[in-house]
């Protein structure tokens, strides 16, 4: 892995832990006021129980007889083996006299209580205790419940929270992590090549503009012969025109970054748009001594695409393949079909494409030659046209040696039903060549 994507990544690694600790620290606050709202609701409806029972256990003992002294005797008493403050009810009745007699003699009812009324929680013997009373006759009874099996409720549903919960936030972590990096690599990439493509495009300019700067400066320190000035001028006319396609090839990049669609894609006869192309750059390639020709099929080569995008594409093609190939070179435009698709290739005699360079050409500011031409931005949107028009590339070296630069797409409805028309069409087209071939 290079140095530089390696410390991109490490980046969005420590970047992803980051992100991974935040979601996690509002995961567990949130699961904490959750945890908490759950254990109160679940008390208060248990507690709302107990009282529903504690009301009902005290109109029951309101029927049940009672014996001379006034104490009342439930039907049901301490289960075998349970708590001793446990279910059914434990009744303490206060007679008119004071005394207090109590279904359990081991439990002492503590004087402030022993006119409750409402629902609340006591302590007797070291156990809590819901009691409620009411007057029943001339006495005053207070039933009570044990709270053990409540309490024991919420310490069990606490500690399958406790346990829930770290689990949980694991699970978050290493999710939001993961997602982290996931999202985060590719915008990491995307903002390092922005960087790099400022700095590129920076660069770029800075020498045109030096150029202009320098002549413009020396043009202005002192008087010189015309034939400098003119000089001079030709000089500022092509550094000039190199910034003006530049400037063109970036703001069209950042249209279609933006964008990412296709404007007006229709039905286009490719065979067409390419004798155009080709018919356009017969003056420059008769200017080098070049051999310009086009060969088409009798088959349609209708493709559904924006022709803007294909001609722009096809002009890219054939201004490399001019300006690469050597004096009295050849330049091929070729259209045919490869099963139901359309091809286009464009061959020069030029020094062709390394092997090694084949997979980096598309780079925005990448050039595979030495010699003096564009900014490398030609071939950045080329592939952007083919891959934004479901085209493929194929790369390869020519007959005469140079380069070969292939596109395939896939062929229209359109073409196919108006197969007949193109055939005829192609019987009257004839190659496209340079005066003199």
């Not at 290493?174 to 999202?183: F, K, P, Q, S």
């Not at 490869?338 to 360079?357: K, L, Q, T, W």
């Not at 564009?374 to 493929?392: C, K, M, Q």
């Not at 070296?397 to 007949?420: C, D, I």
């Amino acid at each position: 892995m290079k140095p530089w994507r390696a410390l991109r990544l490490s980046r969005v690694a420590v970047l992803s832990v980051r992100v991974a600790l935040i979601t996690t620290a509002i995961v567990a606050l949130v699961y904490l006021g959750i945890a908490a709202g759950v254990v109160l609701i679940v008390q208060r409806n248990l507690t709302a129980q107990v009282d529903q029972q504690l009301q009902g256990s005290l109109g029951h003992l309101a029927n049940e007889p009672h014996g001379d002294q006034g104490a009342f005797h439930p039907a049901a008493g301490v289960p075998p083996g349970g708590d001793r403050f446990g279910p059914p009810v434990l009744t303490w009745t206060i007679h008119s006299d004071g005394t207090v007699t109590s279904s359990d003699a081991t439990a002492d009812l503590p004087s402030q209580y022993r006119a409750v009324r409402d629902p609340q929680t006591i302590t007797v013997g070291g156990s809590s205790i819901r009691v409620a009373g009411a007057s029943i006759g001339a006495d005053y009874v207070v039933a009570g419940m044990s709270m053990n099996s409540m309490e024991q409720a919420r310490s069990e549903l606490i500690l399958a929270e406790a346990i829930v919960g770290p689990i949980l936030l694991l699970v978050v972590f290493l999710g939001a992590l993961t997602i982290g990096r996931r999202v985060g690599a590719p915008i990491e990439m995307a903002r390092r090549r922005q960087m790099e493509f400022t700095a590129d495009a920076s660069h770029e300019l800075r020498t045109p503009l030096s150029v202009i700067e320098a002549t413009t400066t020396l043009a202005l320190s002192r008087d010189r012969d015309p034939a400098w000035y003119r000089t001079g001028f030709e000089r500022v006319h092509v550094e000039s025109q190199r910034i003006r396609h530049l400037v063109e090839d970036l703001l069209w990049l950042a249209r279609f970054d933006a964008t990412r669609g296709q404007p007006n894609a229709e039905p286009v006869d490719i065979a067409v748009l390419a004798e155009q192309a080709t018919a356009r750059f017969a003056a420059r390639a008769e200017a080098r001594g070049l051999t310009l020709s086009l060969h088409s099929g009798a088959e349609s080569a209708v493709i559904s695409a924006p022709p803007e995008w294909l001609d722009r594409l096809l002009g890219i093609l054939l201004d490399n393949a001019c300006k690469y190939s050597g004096e009295n070179g050849t330049v091929t435009v070729a259209v045919g079909s490869e099963g139901s698709r359309v091809r286009v290739s464009v061959d020069d005699s030029g020094p062709g494409i390394p092997a090694g360079e084949r997979e980096h050409i598309f780079d925005r500011f990448r050039r595979a030659t030495e010699q003096p031409g564009g900014a490398g931005l030609g071939l950045a949107i080329a592939d952007a046209v083919v891959h934004a028009t479901n085209g493929r590339w194929a790369l390869g070296t020519s007959a005469a040696g140079g380069a070969s630069m292939s596109v395939s797409w896939p062929r229209s409805l359109a073409g196919t039903l108006g197969a007949a028309r193109s055939t005829a069409e192609g019987a009257q087209r004839r190659p496209a060549a340079l005066p003199g071939e």
